[in-house]
T-cell receptor
Framework: KAGVTQTPRYLIKTRGQQVTLSCSPISGHRSVSWYQQTPGQGLQFLFEYFSETQRNKGNFPGRFSGRQFSNSRSEMNVSTLELGDSALYLC??????????????FGEGSRLTVL | SQQGEEDPQALSIQEGENATMNCSYKTSINNLQWYRQNSGRGLVHLILIRSNEREKHSGRLRVTLDTSKKSSSLLITASRAADTASYFCATDVPERGSYIPTFGRGTSLIVHP
């Protein structure tokens, strides 16, 4: 079974630009969550999608958005990039058959550097 | 804000020694998970312990959960250099009918050969 795939792995942008990151979950997983990881803040929850609907959203500004497609693949977009957006963006998928969070399967992440 | 906080922030030991890291959390949980992250990589799930369980084992890993103290510990026995990584606890936080795994800042473990 293929794991969670994130693309691109590395990217460099300049302030004011926008970026789109992609995540392909494990086959059969309907939930995709996104996290931002920085040395200062640790892992911060961005949002979760389940069956193409955003089910939860973390405390991030509206510049951060996402979507999920019918095949469960997900994208997240960050507009008007700021230096502080430099981070490792992690995608995680899960089956989420129950109400409680189960094991998350993470991708290798997309390392974004904003200059 | 972080739901779970790991302690210590950093731990340095020699190969063969045991490593113990702790996690404290603030609100009631349904389950608690431990994950491992090698530098700059994705997280890998290690073990999940439910709120009605007190102890769980998986290979060289032993996890305990004390819901009265809102704390958990992860013990790695007979550590190896390959165990060098960051370790995170994640607790589920209820949000609008579903649960979001919320992570602490992690414990950075270095195992010297």
């Amino acid at each position: 079974k293929a794991g969670v795939t994130q693309t691109p792995r590395y990217l460099i942008k300049t302030r004011g630009q926008q970026v789109t990151l992609s995540c392909s979950p494990i086959s059969g997983h309907r939930s995709v969550s996104w996290y931002q990881q920085t040395p200062g803040q640790g892992l911060q929850f961005l949002f979760e999608y389940f069956s193409e609907t955003q089910r939860n959203k973390g405390n991030f500004p509206g510049r951060f958005s996402g979507r999920q497609f019918s095949n469960s693949r997900s994208e997240m977009n960050v507009s008007t990039l700021e230096l502080g957006d430099s981070a490792l963006y992690l995608c995680a998928s899960s089956f989420r058959g129950g109400a409680s969070a189960g094991e998350l399967f993470f991708g290798e992440g997309s390392r974004l550097t904003v200059l | 804000s972080q739901q779970g906080e790991e302690d210590p922030q950093a731990l340095s030991i020699q190969e063969g020694e045991n490593a113990t890291m702790n996690c404290s959390y603030k609100t009631s949980i349904n389950n608690l998970q431990w994950y491992r992250q090698n530098s700059g990589r994705g997280l890998v799930h290690l073990i999940l312990i439910r709120s009605n369980e007190r102890e769980k084992h998986s290979g060289r890993l032993r996890v305990t959960l004390d819901t009265s103290k809102k704390s958990s510990s992860l013990l790695i026995t007979a550590s190896r250099a390959a165990d060098t990584a960051s370790y995170f606890c994640a607790t589920d936080v209820p949000e609008r009918g579903s649960y979001i795994p919320t992570f602490g800042r992690g414990t950075s473990l270095i195992v010297h050969p």
